[in-house]
């Protein structure tokens, strides 16, 4: 999902709406104030042309806060787009999509999205936040193909099935990139032992083995490459 093409097939596939170009402000974007809070690391933060901020993560766990996971991230977003002083109108139209490999609110739809009203009317309340929470695991296949094929790709991690979209064509021929190239891997051994390292430090073994899980799972930012899968195992 770091690339630009990909990213930008992604988002036009599931809102619906024609990018001319985005911009990475980060890959991946830190949110810290101090030591004393909790900060968040947003995984894919990209703009487009008209300042639109779009936040994409891939879930790999099943976690049982994600709405408030996504209160926070958006909370973390706003703070940062809008400059001390700045007009509340000023604040970018915003978009928060999570990619789960499960079924977080179990309805087996292949996309959700928040919506809201004012209680006992039909008036939107709108406040240009948006969220998104799509399922790998969908029995009612409620999306456009390229996105269908896209939450296929992150199920099955099937290499061999002959993708009719450019998104899911492109997904896949990153993956194949990814297990590939030396260096890459030698950016995801880093990327992971960090990753590790931080879980060992956190909260010991129970926390290794769910960071080791995530990181194992297709598409989830990075890949573990084909020579890891054989020779790696969690502690």
Not at 25 to 48: G, M, N, W
Not at 55 to 71: C, G, S, T, W, Y
Not at 174 to 195: G, N, P, W
Not at 198 to 213: D, I, S, T
Request: glycine share 4%; hydrophobic share 35%.
């Amino acid at each position: 999902m770091r690339s630009e093409e990909i990213c930008r097939l992604f988002l036009e596939a599931l809102l619906e709406i024609d990018i001319q170009r985005i911009v990475f402000i980060d890959s991946q974007k830190d949110f810290s104030d101090s030591y004393e809070y909790h900060t968040i690391r947003l995984d894919v933060y990209p703009k487009d042309e008209q300042g639109t901020v779009f936040n994409v993560e891939i879930q790999a766990d099943h976690k049982d806060n994600l709405p408030k996971r996504v209160r926070f991230y958006q909370s973390a977003i706003d703070r940062g787009e809008l400059p001390k002083g700045a007009d509340y109108a000023n604040l970018s139209e915003s978009y928060i999509i999570l990619v789960c490999d499960f079924d977080y609110f179990h309805i087996g739809k292949a996309v959700g999205e928040r919506v809201a009203f004012l209680k006992d009317t039909d008036v939107p309340y709108e406040d240009g936040s948006h969220v998104f929470f799509l399922n790998s695991w969908y029995t009612e296949g409620n999306a456009s193909k390229p996105i269908l094929e896209f939450l296929d790709l992150i199920r099955t991690n099937d290499m061999d099935k002959l993708y009719e979209t450019p998104l899911g064509q492109k997904a896949r021929e990153r993956i194949q990139e990814v297990r590939s190239d030396k260096a890459l891997e030698v950016s995801y051994m880093t990327y992971a032992q960090k990753m590790l390292d931080e879980a060992m430090r956190m909260a010991g073994r129970k926390a290794l083995k769910k960071v080791w899980r995530r990181l194992s799972k297709p598409c989830g930012g990075f890949l573990i490459p084909q020579s890891l899968q054989s020779s790696s195992k969690c502690p």
